[in-house]
T-cell receptor
Framework: GQNIDQPTEMTATEGAIVQINCTYQ??????LFWYQQHAGEAPTFLSY??LDGLEEKGRFSSFLSRSKGYSYLLLKELQMKDSASYLC??????????WGAGTKLIIKP | IAGITQAPTSQILAAGRRMTLRCTQD?????MYWYRQDLGLGLRLIHY???????GKGEVPDGYSVSRANTDDFPLTLASAVPSQTSVYFC???????????FGNGTRLTVT
């Protein structure tokens, strides 16, 4: 079967670094996506990993290990506007996205 | 501004009524999708269309239907609404099935 898991909620301090983990199980894999979703708004695309390793994009980085079924999103120099839910999703062998329930990130001053 | 427009923004609907949620994109994307988002659950795919003229069933298609008569429009119809269809509905599009999704702002539907 297929499944995906990420923590429900995390809290971090403004200016700090936070790592949001995502684990998945699937027999077919075509990449992993991270999206950001502010409360009451639509998800917006953050990153895509299909090969192992780290992809850096400004303050945000995403890591993938296909052998471990593991990804993380790293947010540096946290700002209050980073308070949001972060959704991970992998693309299966049929190119369908399987979504985690999202991690709500709370930033405290 | 290019993007996806969904209508209505929110709706309260009596059970048993028929309802069509509208979705229009102006990015000329080939693929379009309808998701529902419920508290504590990941986004769940209802129906999708890889290109104009074709549609497919997602994870939770029962009670919903779609059409894709042209590239831009992808309406979602609830033939006879039930309370379990209370949810936030997102329409999305992508240039190809492997590309990142662009989402509309969602429709908050309450079925009473």
């Amino acid at each position: 079967g297929q499944n995906i898991d990420q923590p429900t909620e995390m809290t971090a301090t403004e200016g700090a670094i936070v790592q949001i983990n995502c684990t998945y199980q699937t027999s077919g894999f075509n990449g992993l996506f991270w999206y950001q979703q502010h409360a009451g708004e639509a998800p917006t695309f953050l990153s895509y990993n299909v090969l192992d390793g780290l992809e850096e994009k400004g303050r945000f980085s995403s890591f993938l290990s296909r052998s471990k079924g593991y990804s993380y999103l790293l947010l540096k120099e946290l700002q209050m506007k980073d308070s949001a839910s972060y959704l991970c999703a992998f693309m299966d062998s049929n190119y369908q996205l399987i979504w985690g329930a999202g991690t709500k990130l709370i930033i405290k001053p | 501004i290019a993007g996806i427009t969904q209508a209505p923004t929110s709706q309260i609907l009596a059970a048993g009524r028929r309802m069509t949620l509208r979705c229009t994109q102006d990015m000329r994307h080939n693929a379009m999708y309808w998701y529902r988002q419920d508290l504590g659950l990941g986004l769940r795919l209802i129906h999708y269309s890889n290109t104009a003229g074709t549609t497919g069933k997602g994870e939770v298609p029962d009670g919903y239907s779609v059409s894709r008569a042209n590239t831009d429009d992808f309406p979602l119809t609830l033939a006879s609404a039930v309370p379990s269809q209370t949810s936030v509905y997102f329409c999305a599009s992508s240039d190809s099935i492997e590309s990142p999704l662009h989402f509309g702002n969602g429709t908050r539907l309450t079925v009473t």
